[in-house]
């Protein structure tokens, strides 16, 4: 008797899912980084900007996640030890992190081949999952977001001039599914019906 429970409970776990999925819809979130405080300028000395965010939906299901973002992009100027006094530009980055509980990256190098001028940019930038993150950590539409300049590594050298950032846009868009409202209460009390129908066999 209490494995036809079982197998009755699970059957209506396969079924409220399926109809999630099957009435939910595709939806774009925005999130103005500037709304939360972003600066917009980078450089060097600048310290590592973070917040917490909360996007207000939960997902299904997500498609994708990138950085929408504009600006410019003024490259520094590096040199060898070995030829001290011959400066040659480099290439800075623009680069923003998820974590809590996602890893996940992405950037925007440039000005190396422009210097001094600055390299503009618009562009939507992917972020790229690292170690054991998946998107389903931020079905929840919560985590933290990170901005910060970034150099290149220059070995047996050092920088003369770091360069620098300036932001005009920094908007962090998720792509996914998720359920229409008025169906996802029609499941719930679905499920809370289904659930007390098996408590109530259970006991009799």
Same mark, same amino acid.
């Given at each position: 008797?209490?494995?036809?429970?079982?197998?009755?409970? #699970?059957? *209506?776990? *396969?079924?409220?899912?399926? +109809?999630?999925?099957? &009435?939910?819809?595709?939806?774009?979130?925005?999130?103005?980084?500037?709304?939360?405080?972003?600066?917009?300028?980078?450089?060097?000395?600048?310290? !590592?900007?973070?917040?917490?965010?909360?996007?207000?939906?939960?997902? #299904?299901?997500?498609?994708? #996640? !990138?950085?929408?973002?504009?600006?410019?992009? &003024?490259? +520094?100027?590096?040199?060898?030890?070995?030829?001290?006094?011959?400066?040659?530009?480099?290439?800075?980055?623009?680069?923003?992190?998820?974590?809590?509980?996602?890893?996940?990256?992405? /950037?925007?190098?440039?000005?190396?081949?422009?210097?001094?001028?600055?390299?503009?940019?618009?562009?939507? /930038?992917?972020?790229?999952?690292?170690?054991?993150?998946?998107?389903?950590?931020?079905?929840?539409?919560?985590?933290?977001?990170?901005?910060?300049?970034? /150099?290149?590594?220059?070995?047996?050298?050092?920088? #003369?001039?770091?360069? /620098?950032?300036?932001?005009?846009?920094?908007?962090?868009?998720?792509?996914?599914?998720?359920?229409?409202?008025? &169906?996802?209460?029609?499941?719930?009390?679905?499920?809370?019906?289904?659930?007390?129908?098996?408590?109530?066999?259970?006991?009799?």
């Amino acid at each position: 008797m209490e494995r036809r429970i079982r197998i009755k409970a #699970v059957a *209506a776990a *396969a079924v409220l899912i399926l +109809g999630m999925l099957s &009435t939910a819809r595709a939806t774009i979130v925005e999130l103005d980084l500037f709304s939360l405080g972003c600066p917009t300028e980078y450089d060097f000395n600048s310290p !590592y900007w973070t917040s917490d965010f909360d996007l207000g939906v939960e997902f #299904v299901g997500i498609d994708s #996640v !990138y950085m929408d973002w504009s600006g410019e992009i &003024t490259g +520094g100027l590096g040199e060898y030890d070995s030829h001290p006094g011959e400066p040659f530009p480099l290439d800075v980055a623009v680069k923003a992190y998820l974590d809590m509980p996602i890893d996940a990256g992405t /950037s925007v190098w440039g000005g190396g081949d422009t210097y001094p001028a600055p390299e503009i940019f618009d562009c939507q /930038s992917d972020f790229e999952l690292f170690g054991l993150g998946t998107w389903s950590d931020l079905l929840d539409g919560r985590a933290t977001i990170w901005l910060y300049h970034e /150099s290149l590594i220059i070995i047996d050298g050092s920088y #003369v001039v770091y360069g /620098s950032i300036i932001l005009d846009r920094a908007n962090l868009v998720v792509e996914g599914v998720i359920p229409e409202p008025s &169906t996802l209460c029609l499941l719930v009390l679905g499920g809370l019906w289904i659930t007390c129908k098996s408590r109530r066999n259970r006991f009799n």
